[in-house]
């Protein structure tokens, strides 16, 4: 804690202290009366605030902080709708297993049900979808309380908590050295243990036995750090990798064993229905993988489920093998035991494997070529794939834009390129932008985005030019909420209520401040990209596309 003991200090004072020992430099916020106390606070601790205009963008800039750093993102909001509108972004990180904090500014704890303005206890509103969620009643145990929140959003799967702190609460003044504290852990997400020798044993055997494996890596190696034992383990084995569309990316460098992603709407290469063993590893029992049930997985195929957390490694019915720990120790475990053993490497099938994956890209991208004349969803994609630095941060927010981005994968899915997440929102976008420009002030930060999901939080632009927040966006613009079109055609003949007017995205882009750019022909993109990256505000290349989603 930046403070000497003995010394007095608000109880929001001691707040922001104990947040920047953990590790957070920013907050996002909508500013709001219940939040002046810790607003003051964070002034006098030197905390940076941005601020936004909708609390559903405070809530995404919190959990994309988490998504893209493996560390606590924190927003904060007044009481009452303010925090229902938050609880957005708090879902999308329950979902995806992301570390965030909530902060909801209320009334007065001593007022709290007498009526006063925004009288709301906000914690059973938060507490279904959080790890921790806490009333901040009593001012000595602050330090104690962010201990346990913090513990909590890190520890087994990472995930969203939430304190409520009363505006008299926050306001109190407290001597620090009678507050209890715990030893400071930092806000990164830990890694839980290993596996029990007997667990890897029967792994081995059944790996070992094996023709036909499939390695599906969830957002759960992504948040255990085990980017480079997953590659290690694929290798060494010769096991065709694939991620779940929306999860986290854990591959680093191109990789001859990375397959794509499963579970798309678009459809892709047929491997887990002709897989004899599958090892979930950190992934979710959920559509993606068809609830692990035929047809999509064969019903006398084996499959290992490797999860940090015990009841979702439990989830739905049990399997040959689920063993509980951290993705990353396990399959370092694994690499080793498989080793040891002399399991046999299954290339002949990843061969096949990559002959199946690249037939149906190339599927996909002769699709394209059938479309009437101009612009396409594979075109902008490729065009972005081809600007990318190693080091860009590339967010993709949108239906089927962000089909035609997994379909085209280049062999590689590094963690700092982000997707929606298991929820499959959009809207996420713009302030999930201003987020990574947050975090990694000197890196490319490019969003990739439908203009359905655009507009969600389009005037956080104006935040975002305001507050030295540059990104650029490339606004793929069909005029539709494109993948409902392509169900609605397919099963009924016909969009239903899912058809959108012209908007002119680079003009609303200047008048927020930012500049606005229009790309009517291909090669236009690559050059106005390039000049985007090097601009000092944020950057809205408006594209209109034709309609197209890879599986259609």
Request: proline share 7%; aromatic share 6%; net charge neutral.
């Given at each position: 804690?930046?403070?000497?003991?003995?010394?007095?200090?608000?109880?929001?004072?001691?707040?922001?202290?104990?947040?920047?020992?953990?590790?957070?430099?920013?907050?996002?916020?909508?500013?709001?009366?219940?939040?002046?106390?810790?607003?003051?606070?964070?002034?006098?601790?030197?905390?940076?605030?941005?601020?936004?205009?909708?609390?559903?963008?405070?809530?995404?800039?919190a959990e994309v902080t988490g998504r893209l750093s493996r560390r606590v993102g924190v927003c904060a909001v007044s009481g009452a709708v303010a925090h229902a509108n938050a609880l957005t972004g708090v879902l999308n990180a329950a979902l995806d297993g992301a570390p965030m904090l909530l902060i909801t500014g209320i009334t007065p704890l001593a007022r709290l049900g007498y009526g006063d303005f925004q009288d709301f206890n906000p914690v059973p509103m938060a507490a279904p979808i959080c790890k921790y969620a806490r009333l901040v009643d009593a001012p000595e145990q602050i330090g104690q309380i962010v201990h346990e929140a913090f513990v909590a959003a890190t520890s087994g799967r990472p995930g969203p908590v939430h304190l409520a702190l009363p505006m008299d609460v926050a306001a109190a003044e407290i001597d620090v050295a009678s507050v209890p504290r715990s030893q400071v852990r930092s806000g990164d997400v830990r890694p839980t243990g290993a596996a029990e020798k007997q667990s890897i044993d029967e792994a081995v055997q059944l790996i070992g036995r094996a023709e036909h494996p499939v390695l599906v890596a969830g957002s759960g190696v992504y948040y255990a750090g085990g980017e480079q034992v997953l590659a290690e383990f694929a290798d060494q084995q010769q096991?065709?990798?694939?991620?779940?569309?929306?999860?986290?990316?854990?591959?680093?460098?191109p990789a001859g064993t990375f397959m794509g992603v499963v579970g798309a709407a678009s459809g892709g290469a047929r491997l887990l229905p002709d897989a004899d063993l599958i090892i979930l590893a950190g992934a979710e029992f959920d559509?993606?993988?068809?609830?692990?049930?035929?047809?999509?997985?064969?019903?006398?195929?084996?499959?290992?489920?490797?999860?940090?957390?015990?009841?979702?490694?439990r989830r739905g019915r049990e399997m040959s093998l689920s063993i509980q720990g951290s993705p990353r120790t396990i399959l370092a475990q694994l690499t080793e035991a498989c080793r040891s053993a002399g399991c046999k490497p299954t290339g002949v099938w990843l061969a096949e494997a990559a002959r199946r994956r690249d037939e149906y890209r190339q599927r996909c991208l002769a699709a394209a070529d059938k479309l009437p004349a101009g612009l396409n969803?594979?075109?902008?994609?490729?065009?972005?794939?081809?600007?990318?630095?190693?080091?860009?941060?590339l967010l993709v927010d949108g239906g089927n834009i962000g089909q035609w981005f997994h379909q085209?994968?280049?062999?590689?899915?590094?963690?700092?390129?982000?997707?929606?997440?298991?929820?499959?929102?959009?809207?996420?976008?713009?302030?999930?932008?201003?987020?990574?420009?947050?975090?990694?002030?000197?890196?490319?930060?490019?969003l990739l985005s439908g203009d359905g999901s655009f507009t969600f939080t389009i005037a956080e632009l104006e935040c975002a030019a305001r507050q030295g927040l540059a990104f650029v966006a490339v606004v793929a613009d069909d005029q539709q909420w494109g993948i409902s079109v392509s169900g609605h055609v397919r099963d009924y003949g016909a969009?239903?209520?899912?058809?959108?007017?012209?908007?002119?995205?680079?003009?609303?882009?200047?008048?927020?401040?930012?500049?606005?750019?229009?790309?009517?022909?291909?090669?236009?993109?690559?050059?106005?990209?390039r000049a985007a990256l090097s601009a000092d505000v944020p950057t809205v290349i408006h594209v209109p596309i034709r309609p197209s989603c890879p599986g259609d």
């Open positions: 804690m930046a403070c000497k003991r003995g010394r007095s200090m608000t109880v929001a004072d001691v707040l922001v202290a104990e947040l920047r020992e953990r590790g957070v430099t920013s907050v996002a916020t909508l500013n709001g009366h219940g939040l002046d106390p810790f607003y003051l606070a964070c002034q006098r601790g030197g905390m940076r605030v941005i601020g936004v205009r909708n609390e559903q963008a405070a809530g995404y800039m096991i065709p990798t694939v991620v779940p569309i929306w999860d986290r990316g854990t591959i680093v460098e559509y993606r993988v068809g609830q692990l049930s035929p047809p999509i997985v064969r019903e006398d195929a084996s499959v290992i489920r490797i999860h940090a957390d015990e009841l979702r490694l969803g594979r075109d902008v994609v490729l065009d972005i794939l081809e600007v990318l630095s190693d080091d860009s941060l085209l994968l280049p062999g590689r899915y590094p963690g700092h390129w982000v997707t929606c997440g298991a929820s499959g929102v959009v809207g996420w976008g713009v302030p999930g932008a201003m987020a990574a420009r947050a975090l990694h002030p000197d890196r490319p930060v490019i969009p239903l209520y899912s058809l959108l007017g012209p908007t002119r995205l680079d003009t609303v882009a200047e008048g927020f401040g930012c500049r606005g750019v229009r790309v009517e022909k291909r090669e236009q993109l690559p050059g106005a990209l």
